[in-house]
């Protein structure tokens, strides 16, 4: 089993050949990060404000270069900034799981391909760096010793700030502007990457590749930090359950069942109101109280569920 990890992270021991049965596919690029939109700004808006009021927040921990694993010692030094554990089973949160690995996995699709799978993604981390404490996070890579780093394949940061809402430091020149960066360690100094500041932008890259947070010096940075793991073929999760929200309609014509389920986010062009459309039709209500049920269920829905 070890043994396939490793070779799935050496491009070139790559040859589409079957490791103890299993198809290993040869990656279509192995670029050290690709950046792309993952949220809209409004998206991300919604995180920020429901995260504020519900998630729970801790200081990070940090050594060696692992987080939050057991018995590793904070090192303030390295790593200063707040962060809260995303549920997944919540519907508001499990949509964003939902859609951020539809994009992930597509994207990883065209290029690394690396072996992964919705039952392989970590719990999201909400991260908060603050100027109050000169949040930041000096280099480091995500992969580790520990047993729960030892299998991450790609990280994910997804910007959920507006650019406008902090400044950083570029540790070089003491100057702004910047605050996630990605390079080489092997490449060393020059080539790397300055990640988009925009609310919405994410950076993906490889596990290994070195990358750090600029101390921040004004206002505060929020980021969704994701990392999955390699799917070594035990029992994963391959399939990402649908979001499911709960409501209670009251209507005569289903006085018997008042609690409904409506299942919303299938796929991106799964919208509330597409949901609500088929359960209205498939429950059958007349054309005098469709546009009262539909009401309702708009309302309870984005009220109880809340709506990415
Ligand atoms: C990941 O993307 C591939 C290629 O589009 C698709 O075949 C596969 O079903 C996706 N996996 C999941 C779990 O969504
Ligand atoms: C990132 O921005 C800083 C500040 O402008 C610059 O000095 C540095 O060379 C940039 N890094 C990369 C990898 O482009
Ligand atoms: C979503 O809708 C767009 C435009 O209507 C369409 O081009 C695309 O194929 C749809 N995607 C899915 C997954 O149905």
């Not at 065209?110 to 970590?122: D, Q, S, V, Y």
């Not at 997804?158 to 100057?175: R, T």
């Not at 990358?211 to 035990?234: A, F, I, K, N």
């Not at 459309?277 to 569920?305: I, N």
Request: some cysteine; glycine content about 8%; hydrophobic content about 40%.
């Amino acid at each position: 089993m070890g043994r396939c990890r490793w070779l799935l992270l050496s491009p070139w021991a790559l040859h589409g050949a079957t490791v103890e049965g299993r198809d290993v596919r040869r990656p279509l690029a192995y670029p050290r990060f690709e950046a792309q939109p993952l949220l809209t700004p409004a998206q991300c808006r919604k995180v920020r404000r429901r995260a504020a009021s519900e998630l729970q927040f801790t200081e990070a921990t940090v050594g060696s270069g692992s987080v939050g694993s057991h018995g590793v010692k904070a090192q303030r030094g390295s790593r200063r900034a707040k962060f809260a554990g995303v549920p997944k089973t919540s519907f508001f949160y499990s949509q964003v799981y939902r859609l951020l690995w539809d994009r992930i996995n597509a994207t990883n699709e065209k290029l690394w391909r690396f072996a992964i799978a919705p039952g392989t993604m970590e719990f999201m981390q909400y991260s908060i760096y603050a100027a109050s404490d000169l949040g930041g996070y000096s280099w480091h890579e995500d992969v580790g010793f520990h047993s729960e780093t030892a299998s991450r394949a790609l990280s994910v940061s997804v910007q959920l700030s507006e650019g406008a809402a902090y400044e950083a430091k570029f540790w070089a020149d003491g100057k702004v502007r910047y605050s996630q960066v990605v390079r080489s360690r092997w490449d060393f100094p020059r080539i790397g990457v300055n990640a988009s500041r925009d609310a919405g932008q994410a950076i993906m890259f490889p596990s290994h590749v070195t990358h750090r947070v600029t101390p921040v010096t004004r206002g505060e940075r929020h980021s969704l930090v994701l990392w999955l793991q390699l799917d070594t073929g035990s029992e994963v999760d391959r399939e990402l359950p649908a979001p499911v929200c709960n409501v209670q309609v009251a209507s005569r014509r289903i006085s018997s069942v008042n609690m409904v389920e409506l299942t919303y986010g299938r796929t991106d062009n799964c919208t509330m109101q597409d949901s609500i459309g088929a359960f209205v039709e498939a429950h059958g209500f007349p054309a005098q109280h469709q546009s009262s049920v539909k009401r309702q269920l708009g309302e309870a829905m984005t009220s109880k569920c809340g709506v990415l």
